[in-house]
């Protein structure tokens, strides 16, 4: 079964110019980017992905894993600061964000962060935990480099 945040083995279903369409089961057809695709393929083969929500909350799957998945605790560096927070590289295409009004202390570019990656049950979004509400009263702490 496919759910947003996991990886999964989903079959082919069909090719468009943009990528593969995959079998997410009850989340749909999940698209593959073309930028993703495996070298070899074919309609009905299964390829291992990991599923989550592009920058337009559209459900995408891809071929790289991520560096945590919810549910774990990861190291990320923060990777660009813009006028809504700081964003976090995750080893995916779209950079988890940190909004301004979740940091207990202002993140920089370079830094590397502890943070907890977890599934918004409402919004299907990955996020982190915030910095000022540290899971199981551990605190989350800049870390050199």
């Known amino acids: 079964m496919a759910n ?4 999964a083995s989903l079959r082919i279903l069909h090719e468009k110019t943009f990528g593969l369409f995959l ?8 698209l593959l980017p073309r930028r ?15 599923i989550y929500l592009d920058s337009e909350d559209r459900q995408v799957a891809t071929l ?7 549910g774990q605790f990861s190291r990320l560096k923060c990777v660009a600061i813009t006028g809504v927070g ?8 779209k950079d988890l964000l940190v909004p301004f009004r979740e940091q207990k202390v202002r993140m920089d570019v370079g830094k590397s962060y502890i943070v907890h990656v977890h599934l918004d049950e409402q919004t299907n979004r990955i996020n982190r935990q915030h910095p000022h509400r540290p899971a199981h009263g551990s605190r989350l702490l800049p870390i050199s480099g």
């Not at 079998?23 to 999940?30: F, P, S, T």
């Not at 009905?44 to 992905?49: E, I, K, R």
């Not at 790289?64 to 919810?70: N, Y």
């Open 4 to 7: 947003i945040g996991e990886r």
């Open 23 to 30: 079998d997410g089961g009850e989340l749909g057809e999940i």
């Open 36 to 50: 993703e695709m495996p070298v070899k393929w074919a309609l009905g083969d299964s390829v291992d992905v990991f």
């Open 64 to 70: 790289k894993i991520p560096k945590a998945i919810p």
């Open 86 to 93: 700081a964003f976090l590289d995750w080893g995916l295409p």
